[in-house]
């Protein structure tokens, strides 16, 4: 057995066991918030229960008969009249009444394509009724011709539609669908290949491309369609290797469950692919990493794996929202990624789904110690909550450089006046308008322009700073940079700080400061959602942003 299948098995045990301790609900069914998630976990615990060298702590001749229950509820809340504007489709939220609930256009998108591949390997261990209902479900999704749409966005509802094309079309010998979904493979793997990931860091978008694509790469058998189904995985998990640090997803989010901010959990699928890292406690939407798997190519694993030299990524991708504002806009991210942190972001604003732009973090990687990973901070936006730090309003301007970011926050007279942050669990130095940590490997100074207020809560140190326009400046260095500047403890790299403070425009609207490598560094706002950012003495130069 290899690692990644070691890595797997390991998954499906524990996810199984998950599902078994998992209490029914008055339907019958585990989870109302979302159907998937039934499907997801009875699908584990069914491949647990089939499996004798699964070590699981419960009669597996009767999982195997619940979880095949469980599979049949989900199955039957198909939407199965073929006159319905619904057809083929699943409700996606199940309350009250899950038999009453309203089909969603969602569920299908994915969960269609993973139930044709969970299908192939695990027909043979199913019941006759169960059999059945997968087959009766593959032809009313056929049917109900759900992804017969033109690409004209390039994102990850468009990825599905192709892939799903492939697969039914596979499935019942439609060779003009399946030439159909090649052709949208092709425009699709063409596109982001010229104009990058316009999904900049979206999770879990980016996780259904991969599953997707992986899924119809094990189903379909044709060795062209293979190959730009290869080339198309290759790019994507060289994508993922270049914002990755062990588990963490470096750099910006457009798109962030409650459960990837501020710390990093919807991970499996790099557990399986790398391993570098720790596997946590939770596994939040486990989304078939434990079956699905395209092995990376040897230098993408190696970009992802060896971090001894400290690098930058600077790459750009562009919009492709048909007839938005914002189609054919550039959006620029940045990181700085050595072995014990990262440093990054985005430069641009840009008012994503839902208001979850996060503009920049310092990402840690992944341990047990049940702290969050990311340290940032923002000016509360619409949808912000205390316990829900995703949603950032547009007052931020952003400069970064190698280990050191900077940011203005140019709030508007009558809005909220305060920036709130959140800091990892670690070791910390409080004073008036700075705070000086250690984190594992990791020393960070985080310098503001207001005072502030700390609270430490059970997984983290939460931070506001009151008083209108504010700014802040967060610099980071690993312990082998620490000894090479003769710094061994957090009171000596907080001396060090102490006399290299940033200078504060007295309206907020500039910030300069000089690194610890000797860098020159100046952030300049009008206020007016303009900004000039310069390093030792120029201005950025964005010639040097790749696709």
């Not at 049917?143 to 539609?161: D, G, L, T, V």
């Not at 596994?283 to 798997?293: D, G, K, Q």
């Not at 802040?472 to 290299?500: H, M, Y």
Request: glycine fraction near 6%; hydrophobic fraction near 40%; include cysteine.
């Amino acid at each position: 057995m290899t690692t990644y299948e070691q890595r797997q098995h390991e998954l499906i045990r524990r996810i199984a066991i998950q599902a078994q301790r998992q209490p029914l609900l008055g339907s019958g069914l585990w989870f109302h918030h979302d159907v998937r998630d039934n499907f997801y976990y009875a699908a584990h615990l069914f491949a647990a229960s089939i499996d004798p060298e699964a070590r699981v702590p419960f009669d597996k001749e009767m999982t195997l008969a619940s979880s095949s229950q469980m599979m049949l509820k989900v199955l039957k809340l198909q939407d199965k009249d073929p006159d319905s504007p619904t057809y083929g489709h699943w409700p996606l939220r199940l309350d009250p009444v899950p038999k009453e609930a309203r089909p969603d256009p969602l569920p299908v998108e994915l969960m269609g394509s993973l139930m044709v591949y969970f299908y192939r390997d695990h027909q043979e261990y199913m019941s006759q009724p169960l059999r059945a209902a997968f087959e009766s479900a593959f032809e009313h999704i056929y049917r109900s011709r759900f992804y017969a749409k033109e690409i004209r966005q390039f994102n990850h509802h468009e990825a599905k539609y192709t892939a799903a094309k492939l697969i039914f079309g596979n499935l019942f010998r439609d060779y003009e669908l399946v030439e159909d979904g090649h052709r949208s493979l092709v425009r699709t793997l063409r596109h982001v290949r010229e104009n990058g990931m316009a999904e900049y860091g979206a999770l879990p978008w980016f996780w259904h491309w991969v599953q997707a694509f992986t899924a119809a790469w094990e189903l379909v058998d044709d060795i062209d369609i293979n190959r730009d189904l290869g080339d198309m995985l290759d790019y994507l998990w060289h994508e993922r290797s270049l914002w990755y640090l062990k588990g963490a997803w470096v750099g910006p989010h457009s798109r962030a469950l409650p459960h990837d901010v501020p710390r990093d959990a919807n991970v499996l699928f790099d557990y399986v692919q790398f391993g570098d890292f720790p596997l946590p406690e939770e596994t939040p939407r486990p989304e078939f990493a434990a079956f699905l798997f395209y092995e990376a190519p040897e230098d993408v694993t190696r970009n992802a794996l060896d971090r001894k030299q400290p690098m930058e990524v600077a790459k750009y991708a562009v919009k492709a929202e048909a007839d938005s504002p914002e189609e054919g806009r550039k959006i620029h991210k940045y990181a700085y990624i050595s072995e014990d942190y990262a440093v990054g972001g985005v430069w641009e604003r840009v008012r994503e789904f839902d208001n979850e732009q996060h503009r920049w973090d310092v990402s840690l990687p992944l341990d047990r110690s049940g702290s969050i990973n990311q340290l940032f901070f923002f000016h509360p936006g619409e949808g912000y909550t205390e316990f829900d730090p995703r949603h950032e309003s547009g007052a931020c301007e952003v400069l970064f450089h190698k280990n050191v970011v900077a940011a203005l926050y140019p709030i508007p007279e009558g809005e909220d006046g305060r920036i709130v942050g959140v800091l990892p669990k670690g070791e910390w130095l409080r004073e008036e308008n700075a705070l000086y940590g250690r984190v594992e490997r990791t020393y960070i100074a985080v310098r503001l322009m207001r005072p502030y207020e700390a609270e430490e809560l059970a997984d983290r140190i939460a931070v506001e700073s009151r008083g209108g326009p504010s700014g802040v400046v967060v610099e980071t260095i690993g312990a082998e940079e620490a000894e090479r500047l003769c710094i061994g403890s957090l009171q000596e790299f907080a001396a060090i700080q102490r006399d290299n403070a940033p200078a504060f425009g007295e309206d907020g609207g500039s910030v300069s400061y000089r690194s610890l490598a000797e860098d020159e560094l100046t952030l300049r706002t009008n206020g007016q959602g303009a900004a000039e950012a310069i390093v030792n003495g120029a201005p950025v130069d964005f010639g040097k942003y790749s696709v």
